[in-house]
């Protein structure tokens, strides 16, 4: 069974960067496309980024293209987000999820894996 953890969130200013890791036990991640997802108190949860399996083709929210980066490490069992310029708006829990799906899902029930969250949290 693979199994997910976040890590790499905490307490930041406005326009400072973080990188969240997402590792995978269990099984190796390569042959798992991984989204990132957030979710906002009193918000439902949304798609941030997401990396397929095969060719590692991208995908972002409208919210943080350009801001963010979504790579991966399969050496490492690893997916990275990189975050630049972090907005309050961006305040959240993070999750990481997989699926074996080939193309990216933006929904969360196309991830059938999940992390438990890290928080991130942008002081304005």
């Known amino acids: 069974q693979l199994q997910l953890v976040e890590s790499g969130g905490g307490l930041v200013q406005a326009g400072d960067s973080l990188r969240l890791s997402c590792a995978a036990s269990?099984?190796?991640?390569?042959?798992?496309?991984v989204g990132w997802f957030r979710q906002a108190p009193g918000k439902e949860r949304e798609f941030v980024a997401g990396?397929?399996?095969?060719?590692?083709?991208?995908d972002y929210a409208d919210s943080v293209k350009g801001r963010f980066t979504i790579s991966r490490d399969n050496a490492k069992n690893t997916v990275y987000l990189q975050m630049h310029s972090l907005k309050a708006e961006d305040t959240a829990v993070y999750s990481c999820?997989?699926?074996?799906?080939?193309?990216?899902?933006?929904?969360?029930?196309?991830?059938?894996?999940w992390g438990p969250g890290t928080q991130v949290t942008v002081s304005s």
């Open positions: 999820a997989a699926d074996r799906r080939l193309r990216l899902g933006l929904t969360p029930n196309a991830y059938t894996y």
């Open positions: 269990g099984r190796t991640l390569d042959t798992y496309t």
């Open positions: 990396i397929t399996y095969i060719g590692s083709n991208t």
